[in-house]
């Protein structure tokens, strides 16, 4: 009994001490002592102090912990006597300014005191130095300063106010002038080398950061490694590493000890389903887990068959289906068994939208494949995620499932970073007669609202092409994209003896009419001027006048590509087709096209690309000349746009019939990812063909053939890419371009 009326007694006293032995009463008074830099009205508003109301010992601690919490005060002494609240106060000095001593860089010391804890014009807390001081270090050791050191110094200006200084050493950098792999690696060191993002130091490699030592570059390269081994079957791999210095230089010797461990191969796959769902509707997948079988196992197989079955579930709409992997192991040998049951009838709360600093949330939302109140699909979401990604107008794209108010609920949470969409891009090409100039402005999300607008311009000698576009992806409530364009194209050619310039508008809307397929409807508007002199062929000179014309058209495209930037694996074909609705001269033209991506190895990305797109005159009419076909470069590489096919004295005139075949192979690992380099080889062939106006014209059937190399380059400057080409076949009339170059940037 007595101890714990000792323990009451404590308490009470502690209680008391807080709160300078206040009894509950009514303020009638308010005495604020020692203040200087912050107002007495600033100090009542901060500790939520109000007069002619009773405060009990409690709500007074509660005033001393919201004016301790404003980090204004050093000492906050507080009194109740007699209706008067007084408050005795011991302000922190004030940093005067804030001196970073020792970096030269003064973009880099801006950024260091944008993440310091102390700043200037805020009050001076001694505890946060050592905080601030280990950051300093931290983002030195990220960019190779891994010893650097630093001091902190403090100039008094008066009793308040201070000026407070951080001295830095960076000392040299930590080079890796070498690294190693150690211990039962089962892969060539080369590969090993490409593999990972940490680069030895050479002296063509003055551009890399990543030849510097950096601990949180280490951590990637073991991720990156251990993801390497366990997609070659190395399941249970062990990766370590570890560093040491070798000369006071600061270089570091990098070791990556490697246990690769034993190599599994699958021995049968299977498929077990809930009574209640039809088990025939997973049949095709028999075929796939055949091929597998016998194959090294890897999760990243594993995870592919995931997604085939989450197809064929959605596919066949069943809902509240849920799945998991059971591996089962013998010696080297796996047998992978897929469970797939009916699971929680789970249901979408709530969707947040975070990060959108600039872009509307409408736009978000529109990508989405779920809302709230739909049955809640991880398949879903991460389609939605990758819709999101395929605007381009992100730099990553994130979600979070939360439990929502109720067990069946699920909140999900859609985290967006935004990045530059801005573009500017400039090119040029070299030939055989001559180059031409490209330049390029867009903006992919403007005002936030996801829409693009462009300007470009294409220059050569005797043409000059350009066009204003404007794109919204989501014009409307169901999600129908729409487009508008003017555009202009003028040929000023008196060699040849003729002049043509060719004005128009246009405006197009596409949907998604079933799965995977999308339709397409459009309106177009031209007026075409061709003029000619003596000089002009007879076929040219049957071609010139003024002519108005406005034309129909309509496309279809099925997509099954896993991403629309850059996929892997899938297909895409399309169909389109320009009809005449009001024409001085009318005519019919269709385009087809396909591209099919594969992944050949686990190095590279196997594309094959076809194109073939027709135009004739309808009844007696021949087509004009600005609506023939031609080949572009990035269809024929190796050639000049429009500069090969039917020629109509020295002027190529395009032909009826066009037609593209290309082969590539990516090697998105032929160089390590830290050079930020794709390369692809390429082999291409094409013609056109095909002159109903005059049958005397030059009409080369022949083949045209090209391969070549080209490569993409991340830059300073921005992207760059090259292609080097080199002609298999061609025409004497052709004209070739051995090299083509782009330069761009983004704002």
Request: hydrophobic share 35%; with cysteine.
């Amino acid at each position: 009994m007595i101890i714990k009326i000792k323990q009451i007694i404590f308490l009470i006293l502690l209680s008391l001490l807080c709160v300078s032995q206040v009894n509950s009463e009514i303020v009638k008074k308010i005495e604020i002592l020692g203040n200087k830099r912050v107002s007495d009205e600033t100090i009542k508003i901060y500790g939520e102090i109000k007069i002619n109301q009773d405060y009990s010992p409690k709500e007074v601690n509660g005033i001393l912990n919201n004016l301790y919490s404003t980090n204004f005060f050093k000492d906050v002494k507080i009194s109740l006597n007699n209706g008067i609240l007084k408050i005795v106060l011991d302000e922190y000095p004030v940093i005067n300014e804030l001196i970073i001593l020792g970096e030269p860089r003064e973009k880099f010391k801006e950024e260091l005191t944008k993440i310091l804890s102390s700043k200037s014009n805020n009050s001076f807390i001694e505890s946060n130095l050592s905080k601030d001081i280990e950051m300093i270090k931290k983002i030195y050791s990220v960019q190779g300063y891994n010893f650097a050191k630093v001091e902190t110094k403090i100039r008094e200006i008066d009793k308040k106010k201070l000026d407070l200084i951080f001295e830095i050493n960076r000392g040299n950098v930590s080079k890796i002038s070498k690294i190693s792999f150690l211990g039962d690696k089962k892969v060539r060191e080369k590969r090993l080398r490409d593999i990972i993002a940490s680069e030895e130091d050479k002296f063509w490699k003055f551009i890399s950061k990543n030849t510097r030592y950096n601990p949180e570059l280490v951590n990637l390269d073991l991720r990156l490694l251990t993801n390497y081994y366990k997609s070659l079957g190395y399941y249970d791999v062990k990766i370590t590493s570890n560093s040491a210095e070798i000369k006071s230089s600061g270089d570091v010797k990098l070791i990556y000890s490697i246990d690769a461990g034993k190599r599994y191969i699958i021995k049968k796959i299977m498929i077990n389903t809930d009574s209640v769902f039809d088990a025939n509707i997973f049949y095709p997948l028999n075929k796939e887990f055949t091929k597998l079988a016998g194959e090294y196992y890897s999760p990243f197989k594993v995870k592919k068959l995931l997604e085939s079955i989450d197809e064929i579930i959605e596919a066949n709409n069943l809902q509240f289906v849920e799945h998991n992997v059971e591996d089962i192991i013998e010696n080297d040998k796996v047998t992978i068994k897929f469970n797939v049951f009916e699971g929680k009838k789970t249901l979408v709360e709530r969707i947040n939208i975070l990060g959108n600093n600039v872009t509307n949330e409408s736009v978000i939302r529109s990508e989405l494949l779920l809302d709230e109140g739909d049955p809640f699909t991880n398949l879903n979401l991460d389609k939605s995620v990758a819709k999101i990604k395929s605007r381009r107008i992100f730099k990553t794209v994130t979600s979070k499932v939360r439990s929502g108010s109720e067990p069946n609920l699920r909140t999900i949470d859609i985290n967006v970073e935004e990045q530059p969409t801005g573009e500017i891009s400039a090119g040029a090409g070299v030939g055989t007669n001559g180059g031409n100039f490209v330049f390029d402005i867009s903006e992919n999300n403007w005002l936030g609202q996801g829409k693009k607008v462009g300007f470009n311009i294409d220059l050569s000698e005797e043409t000059l092409k350009g066009a204003v576009n404007y794109y919204d992806p989501n014009y409307d409530f169901l999600g129908n994209s729409l487009s508008y364009s003017l555009f202009s194209r003028s040929n000023d050619k008196p060699n040849q003896g003729y002049e043509n310039t060719l004005l128009g508008a246009s405006v197009n809307t596409s949907f998604e009419q079933y799965k995977d397929i999308y339709a397409s409807l459009g309106l177009s508007a031209t007026f075409d001027d061709l003029r000619t002199d003596d000089s002009a062929s007879a076929a040219l000179k049957k071609q010139s006048g003024e002519f108005t014309e406005l034309s129909a058209n309509y496309g279809f495209t099925y997509d099954k590509r896993n991403r629309a930037f850059m996929p892997t694996e899938g297909s895409i074909v399309s169909f389109a087709q320009t009809l005449p609705v009001y024409a001085d001269r009318t005519f019919l033209s269709n385009t087809f096209s396909t591209s099919v991506y594969n992944s050949v190895a686990d190095d590279i990305i196997g594309v094959i690309k076809f194109y073939a797109s027709s135009v004739n005159g309808i009844g007696s009419d021949d087509v004009r000349l600005s609506k023939r076909k031609f080949l572009s470069t990035n269809r024929l590489r190796g050639f000049k746009s429009g500069k090969l096919g039917p020629l109509d004295g020295t002027d190529h005139v395009g032909g009826n019939y066009a037609t593209a075949l290309n082969f590539e192979a990516n090697l998105p690992k032929l160089l390590p990812e830290s050079t930020q380099t794709d390369i692809s080889l390429f082999l291409d062939f094409g013609n056109v063909w095909g002159v109903d106006y005059d049958s005397t014209i030059d009409n080369s059937n022949k083949i045209r053939s090209s391969a070549g190399i080209a490569a993409s380059w991340m830059s300073p400057l921005g992207p760059m890419t090259f292609i080097l080409s080199q002609n298999i076949s061609k025409a004497s009339t052709d004209e070739t371009e051995a090299f083509n170059f782009n330069l761009g940037t983004t704002f």
